[in-house]
């Protein structure tokens, strides 16, 4: 399950949300990752723009990893701008196992930052700047150049 | 006619171009200022999907879309 | 912090009172692990006993790293009877690094179940029996024999 | 004396031992059926520090903990 908001995340919410899924089979290890918007470079928040389709089908290749394990993957990501404090990220995995729970969440959240189509900007002194030097070329970058 | 998209910050409106493949879509992009920039930090997806071939045909109707560096979390 | 509680955990009070001390210094990522009590051998639930004052120095240690690198730990854990679907494990690291949330987290988690001075009973039947073949002898363990 | 502790599900009561260190501590154990079996599975702490030393000296009023295989979570 994925699922992009307009505004920050409730995290209480989304999770109680998450967990209402797992009522008829619970599995045995929920690992979370929560994002907060933290104190650096001075800015007042952080900015994302999303291409939703890419996200999705970049999410559809890790959910079906999961599942074939038995497990369960959810997301959530804002769009849009989040302020200081504010959660913009959340994903969590339920697994039987929790070895592949912890494993899980380690290269998912790891691929995620690489490759997930989300670009982040800086809100500082009223301006959205684009966060060039805290950004990853995908995996294959440079084709055209 | 190919549509090509400019994500995120590169803040480009969409053009369409008449090419067969990327190698010519890259020759036409390489002449526009505004955009040659980018192009060494951006992958490049065919119609949603990565692509890391430079030879890839290209159909009308065909989308092809720039994504500069990503940092979501 | 740590604590013990003679029921069930409820993780959404539980994460709103660990949260609630991020305020000041709001950290980038904050890494939870629930554990849930999952249908494993016709089990009813299960149950624990645990020793307190050498959890709590087990815990300290981990407390001490993780203070040393800028970040919080957290956990709590059910004594008594947890049933199917109830939560008897919690913990999570807040950290402003995600590499040391999730490394921390995963590590932990490995040396919590190998050393922490827990005991598991399966409750099946109205028993309560030493899950023996599910558990972890100390590092050292032996020594008198 | 020394007071000597089981935990868990050994589910022995509290005893007092007359020893001076682990080693003597082990030989009195030993003696003990419902302890014996238990002893290859157990570490033991003393004063509530797991220890590795059988040579430990012991000294009136110490506490000897003996810790059953683990599994919380």
Not at chain 1, 68 to 92: Q, R
Not at chain 2, 49 to 65: A, H, N, Q, R, Y
């Amino acid at each position: 399950m994925i699922k992009v908001y307009k505004r920050p995340l409730n995290k209480e919410e989304i999770e109680r949300e998450w967990f209402a899924t797992l009522t008829e089979n619970r599995n045995g290890a929920f690992v979370s990752f929560t994002g907060i918007i933290k104190e650096e470079h001075k800015i007042e928040g952080l900015s994302f723009d999303i291409h939703e389709p890419m996200l999705k089908k970049w999410f559809n290749v890790w959910d079906s990893y999961t599942k074939d394990n038995n497990s369960k993957l959810f997301m959530a990501h804002s769009k849009g701008d989040v302020m200081l404090g504010e959660i913009s990220f959340m994903c969590a995995v339920a697994s039987p196992k929790r070895r592949f729970a912890l494993e899980t969440m380690d290269t998912l959240v790891e691929d995620f930052k690489a490759n997930a189509p989300i670009w982040k900007y800086d809100l500082k002194n009223g301006e959205r700047a684009f966060a060039l030097a805290r950004s990853h070329k995908i995996d294959g970058s440079g084709l055209l150049a | 006619m190919v549509q090509v998209e400019f994500l995120g910050p590169i803040g480009l409106k969409p053009i369409e171009a008449d090419v067969a493949n990327l190698k010519e879509l890259s020759q036409l992009l390489k002449k526009k200022k505004e955009v040659k920039a980018w192009l060494e930090n951006c992958a490049v997806a065919v119609n949603d999907e990565i692509t890391k071939d430079i030879e890839k045909e290209l159909k009308s109707g065909d989308k092809v879309t720039l994504l500069p560096p990503v940092c979501g979390g």
